[in-house]
């Protein structure tokens, strides 16, 4: 295995350029693509194409095929983070700009503490935690107010509350992976989920009539090239960066990317997406990142009762 200090800077540099920059300019070529594709099929699309070339891949390199059991922790995996997450991600960005929708997807971490406090209880409230949870509420608040005069649009209620639908989404199946049998191999696990969420989105599609309005010869090649660019680069590279660099560096260096892609989003949707970047945008924006960073930056506190049976085990 390559140790840290043989290993060649410019390959860590390139990895977390990738979930930097890439997964961040993700959220303007979904804009791009939806507008054109109905967008349960255009998720489908590029989900089961990346689903199927990771599966099929990591069979290549020996990876044994998930057990019946696996399978199904899957499939539930990926009906909440495909179909519920993704699925809402890629309809709401018909109504709300790209770089917003980054940040809207940025309080992940915000529902999964909430989660763990009132459900799992395995989480503490404490003051700080308190803090952070209020500031990424008062984030949202900013964006899709109507009552603050910031001197620009406030976004689509509609689009918000998929969005925040998506992000509880992800987090309830951020919180069940903790417990459901998965594959060992994190990108065999990560492939049968996009695998099953390709197909479960497909289904959707269909089920909402996607199929009948779909018009291939009217979609543009700026749609077409979205497309191959979110497979490509957002899905096969961007996963295989993300892998590699959990195996080589913290996990507290690489989640850095939570920060990261919600601003690289805001900021390549309104130099190359045309997007507005109101003072509104910019508050929404730090609030919920501050909020963020607040909650993923503090030590857990468990209640005594965990605590004792933690103890006990």
Request: charged share 15%.
């Amino acid at each position: 295995m390559e140790t840290k200090a043989h290993r060649p800077m410019w390959k860590t540099l390139s990895a977390f350029a990738v979930i930097y920059l890439v997964w961040g300019s993700t959220f303007l070529a979904i804009r791009v693509g939806v507008h054109e594709v109905p967008p349960l099929l255009f998720a489908a699309m590029r989900f089961l194409v990346a689903g199927i070339v990771l599966y099929v891949w990591m069979i290549a390199q020996g990876e044994r095929t998930p057990t019946r059991r696996q399978w199904m922790s899957a499939t539930l995996l990926a009906s909440l983070i495909f179909v519920g997450d993704y699925g809402l991600l890629f309809w709401a960005e018909q109504r709300v700009p790209s770089g917003v929708a980054a940040v809207m997807m940025a309080t992940i971490p915000v529902f999964i503490a909430v989660f763990e406090i009132i459900l799992l209880r395995t989480q503490k409230l404490t003051v700080r935690l308190s803090l952070a949870l209020l500031i990424g509420i008062g984030g949202v608040a900013v964006l899709v107010s109507r009552s603050l005069n910031l001197g620009d649009t406030p976004i689509s209620k509609v689009g918000a509350i998929a969005l925040i639908f998506g992000s509880m989404s992800w987090s309830v199946a951020s919180v069940l992976t903790r417990k459901l049998p998965l594959p060992a191999s994190k990108a065999m696990s990560a492939g049968a989920q996009m695998l099953a969420g390709g197909v479960l989105l497909t289904v959707t599609a269909a089920a909402f009539g996607e199929f009948r309005r779909f018009r291939p010869e009217i979609v543009s090649r700026g749609a077409w090239l979205a497309l191959v660019y979110l497979i490509v680069a957002g899905s096969i590279i961007g996963f295989t960066a993300y892998v590699w660099l959990i195996h080589h560096e913290s996990p507290t260096k690489v989640g850095t990317y939570a920060y990261v892609n919600p601003i690289v989003a805001v900021i390549i949707g309104y130099f190359l997406g045309g997007e507005p970047l109101g003072l509104r945008a910019i508050l929404g924006t730090l609030f919920v990142l501050c909020s963020v960073l607040m909650i993923t930056t503090t030590r857990a506190k468990k209640p005594k009762a965990v605590l004792a049976t933690e103890e006990a085990v």
